[in-house]
């Protein structure tokens, strides 16, 4: 059994969000509690069409290189293209000690990509978590945090999922 690492992973749950931090917050969620945001959102907001349990792995699994190179803002000075290398690299090292690790790998690869509706769908569930994060934070201070909701939003209409933010 890769103990060593099951134990490594599940420091995500200690891992604090950057972006949070870097916004002047304290008591801020780890990247596993938004992990599990995404996944909540992903298994209510599902499409039909999609492949839910496909979409609830992914969530699993697409934060997961976090825990050995940080949660990586866009603030921080490392390109997209690098990230990515650094995260891949992170997943292929944990992946390969893992019993599932080929499936996590594919899975994240295919989050990445961006190029499958489930992924895509995912992505969007990772902003809107941000996004709904946001209010809770800024009803707690006077941080002004409506940048991550603008961020938010404008994936809604790339991904082409724009009933998500209406009210009905």
């Not at 940048?147 to 939003?153: E, G, H």
Request: charged share 30%; net charge negative.
């Amino acid at each position: 059994m890769p103990r060593e690492t099951f134990i490594e992973i599940l420091g995500l749950k200690d891992l604090d969000r950057a972006g949070w931090l870097k916004s002047g917050l304290t008591n801020v969620e780890s990247v596993a509690a938004h992990s599990w945001g995404v996944a909540f959102l992903a298994f209510h907001l599902c499409p039909e069409e999609l492949d839910r349990k496909r979409l609830m792995e992914m969530a699993i699994c697409h934060d997961v290189a976090e825990v050995k190179v940080g949660d990586i803002t866009p603030y921080d000075g490392i390109s997209s293209e690098d990230k990515v290398a650094m995260e891949t690299e992170a997943m292929l090292e944990i992946s390969s000690k893992l019993p599932r690790g080929v499936e996590m790998l594919e899975l994240y690869r295919e989050y990445e990509a961006g190029i499958t509706p489930e992924a895509r769908f995912l992505k969007l569930c990772d902003k809107l978590d941000m996004a709904l994060q946001s209010y809770e934070y800024q009803n707690r201070t006077d941080v002004d945090l409506s940048n991550f909701r603008i961020t938010a939003s404008k994936l809604v209409i790339e991904y082409g999922f724009p009933d998500l933010l209406r009210n009905k």
